[in-house]
């Protein structure tokens, strides 16, 4: 059989999905020309279908010393090295293929895909965005970007990018949690509020769901409702942050006993968490004055020099500040 038979044959092959005959056939028609570039491409198709990366990556690294400037091939050769680990080589094609064409979706999404799972999150969010630009539609691109938005503070961008896939398919779990989030972030609690009773009524098993809800709901002073949500999630367990929301509740309250109770559950598991030697400091001070408070932190100085923490806290009470802002959303 001559070139044009070979290649012939592997093209039907490689239509009816029968890889292994159709790799035959392209490397026959390469051992009669080896620079055929339509060949290449076949055979490495071929080999991308039966999932020989390897052989894959050969063929692609063959054409494109042929042909260095196509800009497909070279979006090819980022997914074939990320498959196979690759991923700094993968990174080097994605972004060849992006000089050549910055609209390739391909090459966007796997540059996005590999910033994200090495945590480099601004790169990742860059790439993913300008996917966005170029298809709104995609929606598990819309949530992981509105995530990495919501991870890094940016709670308006985040917002924007969860309601819009809410948009796309409204119910969206993963949407709905981000949204919520977004907007309580924002200390836009009232319309944070709808969206977190159902998120609950969908997730009433993830504590993080549950001990985020009963910071919302605290907040906008639905004591009652906010104390459930938190003794559900400390039903499933020990949680740090159900702990300080419920100790917040209680405050509110005036039950500053109880609260304390609370924040020396926290500090029987980890004596240098900061934040509940604070919390407690500032109930102290509440309840008993700036005095008890006072002693507290210079005991908890004396016992934990290395806290900064308490050292700012001593160093504002001192002063003559009385240290209230301390209490944070349960993270």
């Given at each position: 059989?001559?070139?044009?038979?070979?290649?012939?044959?592997?093209?039907?092959?490689?239509?009816?999905?029968?890889?292994?005959?159709?790799?035959?056939?392209?490397?026959?028609?390469?051992?009669?020309?080896?620079?055929?570039?339509?060949?290449?491409?076949?055979?490495?198709?071929?080999?991308?279908?039966?999932?020989?990366?390897?052989?894959?990556?050969?063929?692609?690294?063959?054409?494109?010393?042929?042909?260095?400037?196509?800009?497909?091939?070279?979006?090819?050769?980022?997914?074939?090295?990320?498959?196979?680990?690759?991923?700094?080589?993968?990174?080097?094609?994605?972004?060849?293929?992006?000089?050549?064409?910055?609209?390739?979706?391909?090459?966007?999404?796997?540059?996005?895909?590999?910033?994200?799972?090495?945590?480099?999150?601004?790169?990742?969010?860059?790439?993913?965005?300008?996917?966005?630009?170029?298809?709104?539609?995609?929606?598990?691109?819309?949530?992981?970007?509105?995530?990495?938005?919501?991870?890094?503070?940016?709670?308006?961008?985040?917002?924007?990018?969860?309601?819009?896939?809410?948009?796309?398919?409204?119910?969206?779990?993963?949407?709905?949690?981000?949204?919520?989030?977004?907007?309580?972030?924002?200390g836009r609690f009232e319309e944070a509020a709808p969206l977190w009773d159902e998120v609950?009524?969908?997730?009433?098993?993830?504590?993080?769901?549950?001990?985020?809800?009963?910071?919302?709901?605290?907040?906008?002073?639905?004591?009652?409702?906010?104390?459930?949500?938190?003794?559900?999630?400390?039903?499933?367990?020990?949680?740090?942050?159900?702990?300080?929301?419920?100790?917040?509740?209680?405050?509110?309250?005036?039950?500053?006993?109880?609260?304390?109770?609370?924040?020396?559950?926290?500090?029987?598991?980890?004596?240098?968490?900061?934040?509940?030697?604070?919390?407690?400091?500032?109930?102290?001070?509440?309840?008993?004055?700036?005095?008890?408070?006072?002693?507290?932190?210079?005991?908890?100085?004396?016992?934990?020099?290395?806290?900064?923490?308490?050292?700012?806290?001593?160093?504002?009470?001192?002063?003559?500040?009385?240290?209230?802002?301390?209490?944070?959303?349960?993270?």
């Open positions: 059989m001559d070139l044009q038979g070979w290649m012939q044959a592997g093209q039907a092959n490689r239509k009816a999905r029968d890889f292994r005959a159709a790799a035959d056939c392209f490397r026959r028609a390469l051992d009669a020309q080896p620079d055929h570039l339509q060949a290449l491409q076949g055979l490495a198709d071929a080999c991308r279908g039966l999932k020989d990366f390897e052989g894959c990556l050969a063929a692609w690294d063959r054409y494109l010393a042929l042909c260095p400037q196509d800009g497909a091939v070279q979006a090819r050769v980022g997914d074939a090295c990320r498959r196979t680990g690759r991923r700094d080589r993968a990174i080097l094609h994605y972004e060849a293929a992006l000089r050549h064409d910055p609209r390739n979706r391909y090459a966007l999404m796997g540059l996005g895909d590999l910033y994200h799972k090495a945590h480099r999150p601004e790169e990742a969010l860059a790439a993913w965005e300008r996917l966005l630009e170029l298809d709104p539609r995609l929606l598990n691109i819309r949530t992981m970007a509105g995530n990495l938005c919501r991870r890094k503070l940016d709670f308006e961008r985040a917002a924007h990018h969860f309601s819009t896939a809410l948009k796309l398919e409204p119910g969206n779990p993963y949407a709905l949690f981000g949204l919520a989030d977004a907007l309580r972030g924002l609950v009524r969908t997730d009433a098993g993830n504590r993080q769901v549950l001990t985020r809800a009963g910071d919302c709901f605290c907040r906008l002073g639905q004591l009652a409702k906010a104390e459930d949500l938190f003794k559900r999630a400390l039903a499933q367990g020990y949680d740090r942050c159900a702990e300080f929301g419920l100790a917040r509740v209680q405050v509110s309250r005036g039950e500053y006993r109880e609260a304390l109770d609370r924040y020396e559950a926290v500090l029987d598991r980890n004596p240098e968490d900061p934040r509940a030697v604070l919390l407690k400091g500032q109930v102290l001070g509440e309840w008993r004055g700036r005095e008890a408070a006072l002693a507290y932190l210079e005991d908890q100085k004396a016992r934990h020099p290395d806290m900064r923490e308490i050292a700012g806290a001593l160093s504002r009470m001192q002063a003559g500040g009385v240290a209230n802002r301390t209490e944070r959303a349960a993270r």
